[in-house]
């Protein structure tokens, strides 16, 4: 920085003496002395000093020099600036305990301009930053180190917190979250994704649990009702007609266990979306047509009136067993639970890029209260206990409307009791 200072100051003195030079050429020698003058009047004589000579030695202007008793002569200056490749000589003096650069130079063929400052400013100024860098060790480091160990510890102990969290996690306290300070930083964000997916998780076994209770309910009563039928045959003599009902009626139970296994295990395939070696183009237009023909006596027989609407031609690619499945699903619980000289409607539209299959019936409806419960595994509503079934069929249904990329919903219409909207989209 010294050095900065040094080159600084010599182009300042270069500089001043050019000005001065040009001043001369360009507006005369009246011009020079009052610029010169001016320059003795404003500078303190102490840091700075100006002398204009001819080449003989006569003064013409200076500023007062008492201070300056070791200035250079204005013939050795003339004897120098004859040797010196440049039109300015530099000097750098010593001025009791401040150094002083000087320079002199022609500014016309008989004037010689030498002038000089001290270098006290800059050894003020050093000085000053020199204080300012100790204040900045002293004070501003150790502020600053501290602050970033602060911060350092805040940050490791936000991860400490999520880190102690995951362990409670992994130990079974599943209402274990952290709690998120609203500072807006990672660690902030760190603890709300964790809190997002401990409850995910949660709710992942809460529903494992809820659905391993309805399987062991669901299983229980033909269980039940097998061991039964074991008990009476073996508790006393029977006829020959009365061993085969008791195995067909085993046979029957077998048969209700086998399909809510197998159920379950086609829910999971679906939400799993295990369909793809058999996906293929499937006409849906058709598939619906042929669904409500293989209902169409069922419902002729309890005199329920099966209309259909289908748009024409309307393809998507998806598992075609599956699909007809589901609509079967919907519309046998459609006929299952529509009073005799009820009504069922199919409808197959086109909206957007997607294509729509509603099943609407005015049949016994669902209850408010069941709504967001109806598309669970094993949950029936009470007034459908009575009916065959095990509760399946519209989780099976939903899973695989999603498996293709859609949905399916439970909306209510006027003088309608029940309608299932299905969306899937054409274009996957």
């Known amino acids: 920085m010294s050095s900065t200072f040094n080159e600084n100051m010599k182009e300042d003195l270069t500089g001043d003496i050019e ?25 303190d004589p102490e840091q700075f000093f100006i002398r204009l000579t001819k080449q003989d ?24 600036l004859s040797n010196s490749e440049g039109d300015v000589h530099i000097a750098r003096l010593t001025k009791e305990n401040s150094e002083v650069f000087t320079a002199a130079g022609l500014i016309g063929p008989d004037l010689l301009i030498y002038l000089g400052e001290t ?12 204080g300012i860098c100790v204040v900045i060790l002293g004070f501003v480091l150790p502020l600053g180190a501290f602050s970033g160990w602060w911060m350092s510890r805040k940050a490791v102990s936000g991860i400490k917190e999520v880190s102690r969290a995951v362990d409670d996690l992994g130990n079974g306290r599943l209402d274990r979250r952290v709690i998120v300070h609203s ?12 809190n997002e997916m401990a409850e995910q998780i949660r ?3 809460s529903e494992m649990r809820e659905m391993t209770d309805n399987i062991a309910h669901d299983l229980r009563s033909p269980l039940g009702r097998i061991r039964a039928i074991s008990e009476s045959v073996l ?52 598939l619906t047509e042929d669904a409500c023909e293989l209902y169409g006596p069922v419902a002729e027989t309890k005199q329920i009136q099966l209309s259909t609407h289908l748009a024409p031609n309307c393809s998507i690619y998806g598992n075609k ?26 409808e ?23 709504k967001d419960r109806i598309f669970d595994r094993f949950y029936r509503c009470d007034h459908s206990r009575t009916k065959d079934g095990c509760g399946l069929g519209l989780s099976f249904s939903r899973a695989v409307a999603r498996a293709h990329g859609g949905d399916i919903k439970l909306r209510q219409k006027q003088s309608l009791s029940s309608v299932f909207e299905i969306s899937l989209p054409m274009n996957r």
């Open 183 to 194: 500072h807006g930083d990672e660690i902030t964000e760190l603890a709300n994704k964790f």
């Open 19 to 43: 000005e001065l030079q040009e001043i001369y050429e360009e507006q005369g020698m009246s011009t020079l002395l009052r610029e010169v003058n001016q320059e003795i009047l404003t500078e």
């Open 119 to 130: 270098m006290e400013e800059r050894d003020n100024l050093l000085n000053d930053l020199l």
């Open 235 to 286: 508790s006393s003599k029977h006829t020959i007609k009365d061993y085969e009902k008791a195995a067909s009626d085993t046979l029957e139970e077998c048969d209700r266990l086998l399909l809510m296994i197998n159920m379950t295990l086609d829910v999971a395939e679906a939400e799993a979306s295990v369909r793809e070696p058999n996906s293929q183009e499937v006409n849906l237009s058709s």
């Open 321 to 346: 067993h599956n699909l007809q499945r589901m609509l079967a699903n919907l519309i046998d619980n459609a006929v299952k639970y529509t009073p005799e000289h009820g009504e069922i409607i199919v």
């Open 348 to 370: 197959l539209a086109l909206h957007d890029s997607d294509a729509i299959v509603t099943v609407a019936d005015t049949g016994i409806g669902v209850p408010d209260s069941d």
């Open 203 to 205: 709710k992942l076994i």
């Open 57 to 80: 030695g006569t003064v013409l202007l200076q500023s007062e020099l008492s201070n300056w008793q070791y200035l250079t002569t204005p013939d050795v200056l003339y004897d120098l």
